[in-house]
């Protein structure tokens, strides 16, 4: 059974950092068949939405509203996916999930919390 599980949410200040972490359990990161991991975002009353995204190669993908501030990366041998937020925003609060497309399927993990306050 897949399981992400994320950390690293919280409070912060606008300008601050935080890093999430995400741990998989039940899928290697080093196996063929891992595509994409990703953080995707949902603000109150808005639809989730990428905001970075990594494949299995390396290539990474930002959406245009965290780029030069957020970086994603992963630990093959962790089996775990990062994503370093600096300079927050007021806007960048929001429930934050991770993704891994593996194959056909896709996992999602709980979500953590991270309001940037101003």
């Known amino acids: 059974q897949v399981q992400l599980v994320e950390s690293g949410g919280g409070l912060v200040q606008a300008g601050g950092s935080l890093r999430l972490s995400c741990a998989a359990s039940?899928?290697?990161?080093?196996?063929?068949?891992?595509?994409?991991m990703a953080w995707y975002r949902q603000a109150p009353g808005k639809q989730r939405e990428l905001a970075a995204a990594?494949?299995?190669?390396?290539?990474?993908n930002y959406a245009d509203s965290v780029k030069g501030r957020f970086t994603i990366s992963k630990d093959a041998a962790k089996n775990t996916v990062y994503l370093q937020m600096n300079n927050l925003k007021p806007e960048d609060t929001a429930v934050y999930y991770c993704?891994?497309?593996?194959?056909?399927?896709?996992?999602w993990g709980q979500g953590t919390q991270v309001t940037v306050s101003s």
């Open positions: 993704y891994v497309n593996f194959w056909t399927a896709y996992y």
């Open positions: 039940g899928i290697n990161f080093s196996s063929f068949g891992i595509n994409t």
């Open positions: 990594i494949t299995s190669g390396d290539r990474t």
